[in-house]
């Protein structure tokens, strides 16, 4: 069974730029989550979906903003990037409803970087 | 407010050596608390979870206790290899969800490093 897939694994832009990331998570998972790993930092949680809504955002700006398809896959747009947007983004996925504790499956990240 | 503290921030240690890694949480209502390892530009996998009835859990080197009185995790690596360099996240589940994490709180790790 596949696990979560992120793509693109790299990903290199300027700043004022856009950046899309994309995460397809397991078979069955119906919530995704983003995080935002800045280098040598701990996971800071950035965004929660769960059967089509955002059900819950971390303390970040307005320019980064996702969503989730039909189909439980999720992107992550970060509009008008700055250079500490430079970091790993994690995408997770477990099974859904909002009072599940359920293991997070984590896909390997892409790693954005902004000059 | 639900907050999860890891220490120390960063260990060094010899090959075959033990070492114990901490995590004191404050979340409530509490669900349950998983340790994850997190090899440097990779994403974090789950090693073990503990409800609130479980004390210990073990996963091969790893032993993970916890004390749900005292709010207190620990994580015990038994004759570390240099595989085990990685980062080591606490992770706790609240039965609620809301806050600026969602319902899962995450510690900022312990950055463990195995040397020969």
């Known amino acids: 069974e596949a696990g979560v897939t992120q793509s693109p694994t790299h990903l290199i832009k300027t700043r004022g730029q856009q950046a899309t990331l994309r995460c397809s998570p397991i078979?069955?998972?119906?919530?995704v989550y983003w995080y935002q790993q800045a280098l040598g930092l701990g996971l800071q949680f950035l965004l929660w979906?769960?059967?089509?809504?955002?059900?819950n955002r971390g303390n970040f700006p307005p320019r980064f903003s996702g969503r989730q398809f039909p189909n439980y896959s999720s992107e992550l747009n970060v509009n008008a990037l700055e250079l500490e947007d430079s970091a790993l983004y994690l995408c997770?996925?477990?099974?859904?409803?909002?009072?599940?504790?359920?293991?997070?499956?984590f896909g390997e990240g892409s790693r954005l970087t902004v000059l | 407010k639900n907050q999860v503290e890891q220490s120390p921030q960063s260990l060094i240690i010899l090959e075959g050596k033990n070492c114990t890694l901490q995590?004191?949480?404050?979340?409530?209502?509490?669900?349950?608390l998983r340790w994850y390892k997190q090899d440097t530009g990779r994403g974090p996998v789950s090693l073990t979870i503990?409800?609130?009835?479980?004390n210990t859990k073990s996963n091969g080197r790893y032993t993970a206790t916890l004390d749900a009185d005292t709010k207190q995790s620990s994580l015990h690596i038994t004759a570390s290899q240099l595989s085990d360099s990685a980062s080591y996240i606490c992770v706790v589940s609240a039965k609620s969800y809301g806050g600026s994490q969602g319902n899962l709180i995450f510690g900022k790790g312990t950055k463990l490093s195995v040397k020969p």
């Open positions: 503990m409800t609130f009835s479980e």
């Open positions: 995590c004191n949480y404050t979340v409530s209502p509490f669900s349950n």
């Open positions: 979906y769960d059967e089509g809504e955002e059900r």
């Open positions: 997770a996925s477990r099974w859904g409803g909002l009072a599940n504790t359920g293991e997070l499956f």
């Open positions: 078979s069955g998972h119906t919530s």
